[in-house]
Structures are given as C-alpha cells and as structure tokens.
C-alpha cells in the first residue's frame, strides 16, 4: 500500500467520526521523523478515542499497522507512529495548547482532498 492510499484512509476514519479541522503537513523535506504529519481534534475524550480506534481499524483491514501509539488513555493527545506518517488526535483544549501547525510550519499544507482516489 502506498502512502498517498493510507493517508486518504486515515482522513476517510477521521470523517467518519466527525474529526474536526483535519490538517495534512508535509515534514518529509525538514525532518526525518516522517513524511507526513495528520493532526486532528475531537471534541472530548470518548471522540478522540473514537477517532483513534477508527484509524486504526481501517488502516488495520488494509494491513497497515501502528508501531507505536501513545496516549490513549488519557486521550488529550493520541500519537499514532505509521513511520512514514503520524497521526495526531488532540482534544479541543490540547490542540492550541501544543500547536504542532506552529512548530511544523516550515513542511507544506497539503489539502485533504489532494489525497481523493
């Protein structure tokens, strides 16, 4: 599977269960953490549990897999290492809290509908 595919299906979950303000930044050309960065925010924690599960429900049915999660638990901020990708799921109140758009924006916004099928 390639990226562009997962990343679609990553925004496909996020919709799904009302993701709010979904961003794609493309890292790849500053940082070798990742290619891509997808940062999201539910609206309390049930949500952004919800969304997490749902990413990896789909991208599990695709054979792609986590290789490591961290936060679930407390859910005000779900990473999500795809290694070529992260998922980023915040709560309303961590989001501006932590900005990852501010620290990352030196990578390129990429739209969500550039990754259509």
Do not use: C
């Amino acid at each position: 599977m390639n990226i562009e595919k997962s990343i679609k299906t990553v925004i496909d979950a996020l919709e799904d269960k009302k993701a709010e303000n979904i961003k794609v930044i493309q890292i790849g050309e500053i940082s070798s953490v990742a290619d891509y960065f997808i940062i999201t925010n539910g609206t309390n924690k049930s949500q952004v549990q919800a969304l997490a599960d749902n990413v990896n429900e789909k991208l599990g049915r695709e054979g792609v897999y986590a290789k490591q999660v961290e936060g679930y638990n407390s859910a005000n901020w779900i990473l999500m290492d795809y290694s070529d990708f992260v998922v980023h799921v915040f709560d309303k109140e961590s989001r501006p809290f932590y900005d990852l758009e501010r620290i990352w924006r030196d990578g390129t916004v990429v739209e969500t509908n550039s990754f259509e099928e």
